[in-house]
């Protein structure tokens, strides 16, 4: 993942639901959504640009405790569109008893939406 044009974000879980959410810190009208896989879901804004990541059952998908997941200290995300498809790459690393946990997080889906070809890199600064 380059270091240009990167959306910084912010990162918030909900203990209670067990939801990881990232989104872009800057300023969007959301559009649509699409599923990557069970429980990962992609955000796209009114300029078809991706903005936004729901994990649901994060916990579970990291296998980690869930007061972990309050404990983001990295995250990087990277969405590749191509005529047929749509892919995510991304890495999070959270601190567990102060030592840094990464996990990764690949998906990859079609691109029956359409959207149009390009890279967007999303990360926490």
């Known amino acids: 993942m380059g270091e240009n044009n990167i959306q910084e974000v912010i990162c918030?879980?909900?203990?209670?639901?067990?939801?990881?959410?990232?989104?872009?810190?800057?300023?969007?009208?959301?559009?649509?959504?699409?599923?990557?896989?069970?429980?990962?879901?992609?955000?796209?804004?009114?300029d078809n640009v991706p903005v936004s990541l729901e994990i649901l059952d994060a916990s579970k998908r990291f296998n980690l405790p869930r007061e972990s997941l309050d404990n983001i200290v990295f995250f990087k995300m990277e969405v590749c569109i191509e005529d047929k498809s749509i892919s995510l790459k991304a890495v999070i690393g959270v601190l567990i008893d102060n030592v840094e946990n990464i996990q990764d997080i690949e998906s990859f889906t079609s691109n029956h939406n359409h959207y149009p070809n390009g890279v967007s890199e999303l990360a926490l600064i």
Do not use: H, P, W
Request: proline share 0%; charged share 40%; glycine share 2%.
């Open 12 to 46: 918030r879980y909900d203990i209670a639901s067990d939801i990881l959410g990232v989104k872009s810190n800057k300023k969007f009208q959301y559009c649509e959504t699409i599923e990557m896989d069970d429980d990962l879901l992609l955000d796209f804004d009114d």
